[in-house]
């Protein structure tokens, strides 16, 4: 994996009640082609052109029941706790504690002074 540019968007979701039915829509309408990513019970999806993953559609279920369905951006971050300082800080909100993604990294969502709503992503290096 190369090393994530920090402030780069680094993966976009869609979290939604009905992804099966949504991710058809998208694979319809954009050309995506669709890969299954199981969730033990249920499969989430990536989305992807040309062999390179584009994007998540995703189901409202377990860690992802709280978040708003729209299309949610992941920003990188190099500090995800000074990153969540700075955010309340600055007048911003705290959506969510850090959840972990395994090797991956973790991430948390927050909401900006406007309302505006995203997802603050630091890598494991």
């Known amino acids: 994996m190369d090393k994530p540019v920090i402030g780069a968007i680094g993966w976009i979701d869609l979290t939604v009640p009905n992804a099966t039915e949504v991710k058809d829509f998208y ?24 062999g390179e993953a584009r ?8 860690q992802n029941e709280n978040i708003p369905s ?7 971050v190099a500090d995800i706790e000074k990153s969540r300082e700075e955010c309340t800080g600055r007048g911003g909100e705290l959506l969510s504690d850090i959840i972990g993604m395994g090797a991956m990294g973790r991430y948390c969502f927050i909401k900006d002074p406007a ?6 992503f630091e890598h494991n290096q």
């Open 115 to 120: 309302g505006a709503v995203c997802a603050l």
């Open 70 to 76: 729209n299309w949610m951006i992941y920003i990188n």
């Open 27 to 50: 694979a319809a309408v954009t050309g995506w082609e669709v890969a299954p990513v199981s969730m033990g019970d249920y499969d989430d999806y990536t989305m992807s052109s040309d």
């Open 55 to 62: 994007a998540g559609v995703c189901h409202k279920r377990g």
